[in-house]
T-cell receptor
Framework: AQSVAQPEDQVNVAEGNPLTVKCTYS??????LFWYVQYPNRGLQFLLK??????LVKGSYGFEAEFNKSQTSFHLKKPSALVSDSALYFC?????????????FGAGTRLFVKA | NAGVTQTPKFQVLKTGQSMTLQCAQD?????MYWYRQDPGMGLRLIYY???????DKGEVPNGYNVSRLNKREFSLRLESAAPSQTSVYFC????????????FGPGTRLTVT
């Protein structure tokens, strides 16, 4: 069965410091991996995705994520955090061997960036 | 370009009442989805539509029905609302399945008393 875990409910960082939001997954076949961000009272917005190729994926707003097949992880990173990055972040995964449209979302990690 | 729109934004129902949540997208996407978001549980798929004319159950379909009215519109109906259906509901769309990211509407906050 597919699953995705975001082990931290909340991540706190100081503005200007690097940030990491963790994600691990379990799927059948090769994974398609996504990161989304949700600001208060808004829908989710797509940040970046890994489908195949280079393990380091760059996305919107200076975010990047690294796919690690051996550790089944897809951690979200940013070299220098901004206060405006404070939001709820979701990792999502879909396995290539599953039928239909069953993208599984993690429970979310709240990022708080302090000025 | 409005993207994905949802109506209403807020709704309060009494147990047993019915209602339909409306969703429309203007991106010419083939696939559409309905999710519910509950604290600490992420998003759970209720129903999806791979393409116009098709619908299928997701992870938590009980108590809901859907209609893919045309390529643009995908509605979610609660026939007899229950307090357990208190949640925030999101509609999303994507070009098709698999590698494509989803685009989300602003959500409907539903409270069932």
């Amino acid at each position: 069965a597919q699953s995705v875990a975001q082990p931290e409910d909340q991540v706190n960082v100081a503005e200007g410091n690097p940030l990491t939001v963790k994600c691990t997954y379990s799927v059948s076949g090769n994974p398609y991996l996504f990161w989304y961000v949700q600001y208060p009272n808004r829908g989710l917005q797509f940040l970046l995705k890994y489908i195949t190729g280079d393990n380091l994926v760059k996305g919107s707003y200076g975010f990047e994520a690294e796919f690690n097949k051996s550790q089944t992880s897809f951690h979200l990173k940013k070299p220098s955090a901004l206060v405006s990055d404070s939001a709820l972040y979701f990792c999502a995964v879909r396995g290539t061997n599953t039928g239909g449209f069953k993208t599984i979302f993690g429970a979310g990690t709240r990022l708080f960036v302090k000025a | 370009n409005a993207g994905v729109t949802q109506t209403p934004k807020f709704q309060v129902l009494k147990t047993g009442q019915s209602m339909t949540l409306q969703c429309a997208q203007d991106m010419n996407h083939n696939s559409m989805y309905w999710y519910r978001q509950d604290p600490g549980m992420g998003l759970r798929l209720i129903y999806y539509s791979a393409s116009e004319g098709t619908t299928d159950k997701g992870e938590v379909p009980n108590g809901y029905n859907v209609s893919r009215l045309n390529k643009r519109e995908f509605s979610l109906r609660l026939e007899s609302a229950a307090p357990s259906q208190t949640s925030v509901y999101f509609c999303a769309s994507s070009e098709t399945q698999g590698v494509y990211e989803q685009y989300f509407g602003p959500g409907t906050r539903l409270t069932v008393t």
